[in-house]
């Protein structure tokens, strides 16, 4: 994989009305107003363990590329450079000759509430860049121009338990963050899989349902398809009811202490494209 790390980036965005981060994360209300729908919709490299009468001077021998492998990047980003985003079926879809076919979708960044399309890389090359999508169905994968994405580096990760009601983070296996989490109703429930945070938004009323901020995720209810104009996005924010906190509470949603929430915005520094894998 060729990519180069840059300095991470923060989209926050304070809405100016509160119905628009109702759309940007409709399942996260635990309001009986969303009519649920009859619709539904860990890999790691292994090691190597040194040749027999291998000396330990030729296994350290190079400092520098033993620190360089240290510091590369686990999660490449890809961030739209374009308003319409092409996104093909295979790379093959423009042959050689340069005649392209129709692509599969088009993923439009006005449309986005930050007004920034940002994609999880699952393979970079100079022209090609294999991206999991923000799209229905959930882990929906695709192709797009190399030369209308940038990329960039991270090594956080998300992982959220159901069953335990907690959510842990860490950078670069070292954790920074672990709290309990309200999660979806037994009739709404939270979709396990493997998604990615997509923005960051800024409620105007940090006392509101969705507390001081709210990550948006690449994920969608299996059961609410349609709320507030929104279409059943799932997303991790805060609450202005801790008590519930460690519940089944949401139509979907992750419920985080407000305190929490604020600590990985303002401290940790949480980047857009963090992997996020939920499990039963």
């Given at each position: ?23 940007a994360l409709a399942a996260c209300s635990g309001s009986e107003d969303a009519e649920p729908s009859g619709e539904s919709a860990g890999d790691g490299a292994g090691t190597t363990e ?152 800024q409620p105007p009323d940090p006392d509101g349902i969705y507390g001081p901020y709210a990550y948006g995720l690449s994920g969608y209810s299996d059961v609410v398809m349609d709320f ?53």
């Amino acid at each position: 994989m060729t990519s180069a790390a840059t300095p991470r980036r923060r989209a926050v965005l304070r809405a100016a009305l509160a119905g628009s981060l109702a759309g940007a994360l409709a399942a996260c209300s635990g309001s009986e107003d969303a009519e649920p729908s009859g619709e539904s919709a860990g890999d790691g490299a292994g090691t190597t363990e040194p040749e027999e009468g291998a000396g330990s001077a030729e296994q350290s021998s190079d400092p520098e590329a033993t620190s360089a492998e240290a510091a590369r990047p686990e999660t490449i980003v890809a961030t739209a450079l374009v308003d319409q985003l092409q996104v093909f079926a295979e790379p093959e879809d423009m042959d050689a000759v340069g005649e392209s076919r129709e692509p599969e979708m088009v993923l439009d960044r006005t449309e986005r509430t930050t007004g920034q399309l940002v994609l999880l890389a699952l393979q970079t090359g100079d022209v090609w860049t294999q991206v999991q999508l923000p799209v229905r169905p959930n882990g929906s994968t695709g192709w797009v121009r190399s030369n209308q994405v940038s990329h960039s580096g991270h090594s956080f990760r998300i992982d959220v338990d159901l069953a335990g009601h907690e959510i842990v983070v860490t950078n670069a296996g070292t954790e920074v963050a672990r709290t309990p989490v309200g999660v979806g109703r037994s009739d709404r429930p939270t979709p396990g899989g493997d998604y990615f945070v997509t923005e960051l938004l800024q409620p105007p009323d940090p006392d509101g349902i969705y507390g001081p901020y709210a990550y948006g995720l690449s994920g969608y209810s299996d059961v609410v398809m349609d709320f507030r104009g929104g279409e059943g996005v799932i997303g991790i924010h805060g609450t202005n009811e801790p008590e519930l906190i460690g519940t089944d509470v949401s139509s979907g949603c992750i419920r985080m202490d407000n305190a929490e929430i604020v600590r990985l915005v303002e401290q940790v520094g949480l980047p857009l494209g963090t992997p996020v894998t939920i499990r039963a």
